[in-house]
């Protein structure tokens, strides 16, 4: 099956720091989404981004799907942005698959 | 908007007994998804449907049955629960299969 690899695994930024995160995917993909996973376990949608680059507030993304990866742009960090970041891929098949996300902490 | 419930919240249940977890969404999307999620292993696909009637199989399917008889339900059931079924439960959906999905608030299962 697809596999989605995230990185860095683990990210610890000062406040007002600019962060990249990285998604990786092994196989031609429907479509991206990226969420935030806050420290009440709760899912937030951030981007539903297949292709091309969208940009919310501090936060943008960027899909190139032909080269099977995904960028998420952090920037000005706020202690808020802490929790787990997840990007996930839906192959042709339906599925619906998750990587291992990425950690980020922010220090104030 | 409701949106996607999930039910219970949180249970504790003890090994061998059977229980369903609930999720119904009211957004009228086809497909819908069950999760768990385990520290440090990300969310994992248990069964998903896309579409009433239909149901596959994820990454981590034994021990779990579902079931899609109409489109607003996904029940998940535990026929007879480990310990190893602990976890955090998240129901998701989205409207046709290339669509943004959107997750429920989760159920916490703890299989003593």
């Known amino acids: 099956g697809i596999q989605v690899e995230q990185s860095p695994p683990d990210l610890i930024l000062q406040e007002g720091a600019n962060s990249t995160l990285r998604c990786n995917f092994s196989?031609?993909?429907?479509?991206l989404q990226w969420f935030h996973q806050n420290p009440w376990g709760q899912l937030i949608n951030l981007f539903y981004?297949?292709?091309g680059t969208k940009q919310n507030g501090r936060l943008s993304a960027t899909t190139v799907a032909t080269e099977r990866y995904s960028l998420l742009y952090i920037s000005s960090s706020q202690t808020t942005d802490s929790g787990v970041y997840f990007c996930?891929?839906?192959?042709?098949?339906?599925?619906?698959?998750f990587g291992q996300g990425t950690t980020l902490q922010v220090k104030p | 908007t409701a949106g996607i419930t999930q039910a219970p919240t949180s249970q504790i249940l003890a090994a061998g007994r059977s229980m369903t977890l609930r999720c119904t969404q009211d957004?009228?999307?086809?497909?819908m998804y069950w999760y768990r999620q385990d520290l440090g292993l990300g969310l994992r696909l248990i069964h998903y449907?896309?579409?009433?009637?239909?149901?596959g199989k994820g990454e981590v399917p034994d021990g779990y049955s579902v079931s899609r008889a109409n489109t607003d339900d996904f029940p998940l059931t535990l026929a007879s629960a480990v310990p190893s079924q602990t976890s955090v439960y998240f129901c998701?959906?989205?409207?046709?299969?290339?669509?943004?999905?959107?997750f429920g608030q989760g159920t916490r299962l703890t299989v003593v």
């Open positions: 998701a959906s989205s409207d046709r299969q290339n669509t943004e999905a959107f």
């Open positions: 196989d031609s993909v429907n479509n």
């Open positions: 981004i297949p292709s």
């Open positions: 996930a891929v839906k192959s042709n098949t339906g599925k619906l698959i």
């Open positions: 957004m009228r999307h086809n497909a």
């Open positions: 449907s896309n579409t009433a009637g239909t149901t």
